[in-house]
């Protein structure tokens, strides 16, 4: 890849998706534009940037955000974050829920890639709020349409399963048979209470209104300069109830980043609450 491709690509990538592509990207920006290439039939870099270049090619600029972005995940990653809600933040949220008037435990998967993070959260509120009288639901949204329908099929191999997935949480699962032998499928009950849409984080509002009593959005800022950074949590924060809890990545943390939460512990932040 050319210099020239390559920056072309960088500023096309940054301004439609804020992702920040440095120099040691160019290798996967390769590789993943390679199969983009050959899905349109083209030869080199050049054809595909002059394809990306024409106004009539917008679905496939869509299609670049999609193929540059990473989604590796497995169901309940970062294992430590779901303890955290089902031990210490449900609970407490659970008895301030009358004295805040809050008919409903709203939670959302900001950037919830192929929906394992997103099943993971509804599967943790679902073993403290089922059966206690207080509704509860997830909403899930991403940048990347492929990966959204992936979520809605809702189907998994066992290895982004099994491996990682706490006893207690199994149940909400069906495990393939048949043709279906090594896959499982996240039950009915689970799929209905989440929302999965499509969303550019820093280009608009989420397509909900409820204030939030937590916000999981992992692994998203390490992709971001540091303005973009402090743009996104401040937009997260606004959607956030007094007290209300956001959960980044391990490998992130707002050290440097401009924001009004506290510190709860390494990734975990909290809107202080109202006095």
């Known amino acids: 890849?050319?210099?020239?491709?390559?920056?072309?690509?960088?500023?096309?990538?940054?301004?439609?998706?804020?992702?920040?592509?440095?120099?040691?990207?160019?290798e996967l920006v390769t590789a993943r534009l390679g199969k983009r290439m050959r899905v349109n039939q083209v030869d080199s870099?050049?054809?595909y940037c002059h394809l990306l270049r024409s106004p009539e090619q917008e679905e496939e600029r869509v299609q670049l955000?999609?193929?540059?972005?990473?989604?590796?995940?497995?169901?309940?990653?970062e294992l430590a974050h779901f303890d955290l809600v089902r031990d210490h933040i449900i609970p407490e949220m659970a008895a301030r829920a009358s004295a805040e008037g809050w008919t409903r435990f709203d939670a959302w998967s900001a950037a919830c890639s192929s929906g394992e993070e997103a099943y993971s959260l509804a599967m943790t509120l679902a073993s403290r709020l089922d059966g206690g009288g207080w509704p509860?639901?997830?909403?899930?949204?991403?940048?990347?349409?492929?990966?959204?329908?992936?979520?809605?099929?809702a189907i998994y191999k066992e290895g982004a399963?099994?491996?990682?997935?706490?006893?207690?949480?199994?149940?909400?699962?069906?495990?393939?048979?048949?043709?279906?032998?090594?896959?499982y499928r996240?039950?009915?009950a689970m799929r209905d209470r989440?929302?999965?849409?499509?969303?550019?984080?820093?280009?608009?509002?989420?397509?909900?209104?409820?204030p939030l009593q937590l916000i999981f959005c992992r692994n998203v800022m390490i992709y971001f300069d540091?303005?973009?950074?402090?743009?996104?949590?401040?937009?997260?924060?606004?959607?956030?109830v007094p007290g209300g809890y956001l959960i980044v990545g391990h490998s992130e943390g707002l050290s440097g980043v401009r924001h009004q939460l506290q510190l709860v512990q390494p990734s975990v932040y909290r809107l202080p609450p109202a006095r």
């Open 65 to 77: 955000i999609d193929a540059i972005s990473t989604n590796h995940t497995f169901f309940f990653r």
């Open 136 to 153: 509860w639901q997830v909403e899930a949204t991403d940048i990347s349409h492929r990966v959204l329908a992936a979520a809605q099929r």
């Open 45 to 47: 870099m050049g054809d």
């Open 194 to 210: 989440v929302n999965f849409r499509q969303l550019n984080l820093l280009e608009a509002s989420p397509p909900f209104s409820s």
């Open 1 to 26: 890849m050319k210099d020239s491709e390559f920056e072309f690509i960088r500023t096309l990538v940054y301004e439609r998706s804020r992702i920040l592509l440095d120099d040691r990207k160019r």
């Open 226 to 240: 540091r303005q973009t950074q402090e743009e996104l949590i401040a937009r997260l924060t606004s959607h956030l």
């Open 186 to 188: 996240v039950k009915t």
């Open 161 to 183: 399963v099994t491996p990682h997935t706490p006893e207690w949480a199994m149940t909400g699962f069906q495990r393939g048979f048949g043709p279906q032998l090594g896959h």
